[in-house]
């Protein structure tokens, strides 16, 4: 699993960042899931590694326009790419009527299958290998925060201990390492357990923007790998965190403190904070780190690899 930060300014871009995307890539079924959709979203693909044809899943934490401005002009280019295949979006329930205003009044024609769900929280997708939920988040207009989870699986199959037992390969290998008990022809009762390593820890993945703090954001964020969390402000700021609903660096980190992540990579950036003025991006940070340590600051096209048992390690 690996992040790449897309956009990571608030409310309008500039010369450096971009306005809101993450993409998170599972190299192990050639999928890339989209976390909001900023305008410009498919111009920063084209200069990341990321492909567009690998798009499958599309999360849309609110309807403000800095994380949905881009999602109908990437949809329309997706449907130019070539042998199109189906798009899930998922995100508050107006996404729906503005998708579909979107297409009306553009004349817009998507050659391909769109299903937008309308997220409660909860679980909001499942399959055999990964487990995605949303919680509500505290801002202006209805807001949520995602939560993927990698299902944990069995540790690694001792194949020369089986031979040596004189197991015959096969079907009861698998069987072995699902980790369910065999009964041999021979009588012999066999169990899983004892023929695989440790149970291979599932990752976790969570994104929380926008938002001021809130107990939601802890509770979605607990032991996770890493935390993507706003951080619109500087902890002088507070006073317009509060009125806009927005979070500081230090709000960030106290939610990474109290969920007990591994990682937090802050984002969201307010402009104002750029080189020359009294309050730069690297105060944000130091003050982020005065209260959870292992703090980082997101910007464009950074990537951020999410390790089995150990921590990631950004470039």
């Known amino acids: ?24 890539r599972l190299p192990q079924r050639a999928e890339v899931w989209l976390f ?15 492909k567009l044809s690998q798009i499958s899943r599309i999360f849309i934490t609110h309807m403000h326009g800095d994380h949905i401005f881009g999602l109908m002009g990437l949809l329309a280019s997706y449907g130019l790419a070539g042998n199109p295949t ?43 290998e990964f487990l995605v939920t949303c919680a509500p988040l505290t801002h ?25 037992m004189g197991i015959p390969p096969g079907p009861i290998y698998g069987r072995l ?29 969570v994104y929380c923007t926008d938002t001021i703090y809130c107990d939601q954001a802890v509770a979605l964020a607990q032991d996770a790998d890493v935390l993507v969390h706003e951080a619109t402000f500087a902890h002088q700021d507070a006073e317009l965190a509060y009125q806009r609903l927005h979070s500081t660096s230090t709000m960030a980190a106290q939610v990474a403190l109290a969920a007990q992540v591994h990682c937090l990579i802050m984002t969201h950036f307010s402009p104002r904070y750029a080189p020359g003025n009294a309050i730069v991006l690297n105060d944000l940070l130091q003050e982020a780190r005065m209260i959870f340590a292992n703090t980082q600051m997101a910007y464009d096209f950074m990537t951020y690899e999410i390790n089995r048992r150990s921590y990631g390690q950004s470039k």
């Open 140 to 164: 202006r207009i209805p807001a949520f925060g995602y939560r993927v989870v990698e299902k944990d699986r069995p540790g690694h199959f001792d194949v020369s201990k089986a031979q040596a």
């Open 86 to 128: 189906a798009i899930d979006l998922y995100g508050p329930r107006p996404l729906k009527d503005y998708l579909r205003a979107c297409e009306r009044y553009s004349q817009t024609r998507l050659s391909f299958p769109v299903n937008i769900h309308a997220v409660e929280p909860g679980v909001i997708y499942e399959d055999d």
């Open 36 to 50: 909001d959709c900023g305008e410009g979203t498919q111009h920063q693909l084209l200069r990341s590694d990321l």
């Open 1 to 24: 699993m690996q992040i790449t930060f897309l956009g990571t300014s608030s409310g309008v871009p500039t010369r450096s960042r971009n306005v809101s995307s993450i993409g998170l």
């Open 177 to 205: 390492k699902r980790g369910e008990t065999v009964i041999l022809e021979d009588g012999r009762r066999l169990q899983g357990q004892d023929f695989c390593g440790p149970t291979e820890i599932g990752r976790k993945f």
